[in-house]
């Protein structure tokens, strides 16, 4: 029951790192977004193109990670009295932990970047 609440503690203060990794990435991008309103795109195009930049932000940085994942677990680095460190238990759970990062990372990037596409290009490109 310990251990569920401190993992719980744990997700919440990486989402909130996350949302406020992507809400200051958002804010600093207002005048690129103004522009990109001002010659066309729309607003859910916006929305989508921050989406796919944080995803594709985590793709990228998955890679080294899992790097490190395979050398630390089969360089014998990791306790093996539970359970046997196997490559497809490995592949797994980076997959899972992708796939709530990602989730994570589009929840964090849904709301500013809402907030950020639903402003006038007027206004975006007067906070400069």
């Not at 309103?37 to 989406?51: E, K």
């Not at 589009?106 to 809402?114: H, K, M």
């Amino acid at each position: 029951k310990l251990d569920v609440a401190i993992n719980l503690f744990l997700l919440i203060n990486v989402f909130l790192a996350v949302i406020g990794t992507f809400w200051f990435r958002v804010n600093r991008r207002r005048n690129e977004l103004g522009i990109r309103m001002a010659v066309g795109s729309t607003r859910l195009r916006l929305q989508q193109l921050l989406i796919g930049e944080g995803l594709m932000i985590l793709t990228i940085t998955a890679v080294p990670a899992l790097l490190i994942c395979v050398n630390v677990a089969f360089a014998g680095l990791l306790s093996t009295e539970v359970m046997e460190v196997t490559v497809g238990r490995l592949l797994l759970v980076s997959l899972l932990t992708w796939l709530l990062l990602a989730v994570i990372i589009t929840l964090a990037v849904w709301y500013p970047s809402r907030k950020a596409a639903h402003l006038e290009p007027a206004e975006a490109l007067h906070y400069e």
